[in-house]
């Protein structure tokens, strides 16, 4: 059976893209306004209003995973992931881990300080790299993508659905009473929610 195209996904991960390039760009300069002042809710408003971009890519990695399993080549479907996105971002990732701790550990090693020391830096740094720098996404992606795989007969579930949801809402409201440390980077089951929602709108992709 070939596979069917959907033009719609690369337009999507296009506009989620450029969303989550202009989020992080506000962190470019200060931007301190009062409450009662224009520029603030200008401000305000256009943050929020790109905010859908990382959520985006992960219902169009649901929306696909579905489809592969529909075709039952998901394992293909992984595999390719795996080739196309796994490897480079391990490659990279370590090679930026390497470059952030290089030094810490030279300098260690100069001072003659103990081994602990230096485990301990590395361990700061593979913190650092995997929870608080972009690449965080990558091994959301992929969490995601084991819990569905590990769910899969039960992946158009509704009640699997709702307990998800109920995750993400969890994580949401955190934000405000900060019952945990409140990071998106570390939030790994709050994007599970997103990654099955894009699976039942393929599932029902002739309805929508």
Known sequence: ??????PFVDNIR????LAIVAEHTSN???YTYSQDASPYWAYLCSIQAVKFGTIAFFIIAGFLFAENSKNHNVFRYVKRRMDSIFKPWLIWSLIFLFLLTVGATVKSLVAGAPFSLILSDWWLGAKTVYLHSHYWLIMNFFFCLAVLLICKDILHSWLFGGVLFLLTTFYSIN??????MPQHTTAIFGFV????LGAQFNHRFESI
């Open 28 to 30: 470019l300069g200060l």
């Open 193 to 196: 929610f997103f990654y099955w």
């Open 1 to 6: 059976m070939p596979k069917p195209a959907y």
């Open 14 to 17: 296009c506009i989620a893209l």
């Open 175 to 180: 934000v405000h009473t900060e019952w945990i």
